[in-house]
């Protein structure tokens, strides 16, 4: 069983950042992915269980940044020129294998969430 703790959302306004950490108790193929209210869960972005590659959903990519701190087992999602839409749940989430997925019913694990809420 693996355990995910997720921390640093937080109120911002438009055009602002935040950094989203995830402290896990393993390492492997980690992402984060966002839910709003009344939508489904989407994919946000991913990184391989060493860190090397990383993947991101195309409204998202240049704004945000994937990285991992493995010496430290922690994820960490920076999110830069926020917009409204980006208002969300924020989950990190682990997957048991180290293969891309974008797909949120190939992870494993996650975390309870973070709320992220950006004001126009």
């Known amino acids: 069983q693996m355990q995910l703790v997720e921390s640093g959302g937080g109120l911002v306004q438009a055009g602002g950042s935040l950094s989203l950490s995830c402290a896990a108790s393993g390492r492997t193929f980690m992402g984060w992915f966002r839910q709003a209210p009344g939508k489904e869960r989407e994919f946000v972005a991913a990184i391989s269980r060493a860190g090397i590659i990383t993947y991101y959903a195309d409204s998202v990519k240049g704004r945000f940044t994937i990285s991992r701190d493995n010496a430290k087992n922690t994820v960490y999602l920076r999110v830069s020129s926020l917009k409204p839409e980006d208002t969300a749940v924020y989950y990190c989430?682990?997957?048991?294998?180290?293969?891309?997925?974008?797909?949120?019913?190939?992870?494993?694990?996650w975390g309870q969430g973070t709320q992220v809420t950006v004001s126009s």
């Open positions: 989430a682990a997957r048991t294998t180290n293969y891309y997925s974008d797909n949120h019913g190939d992870y494993d694990y």
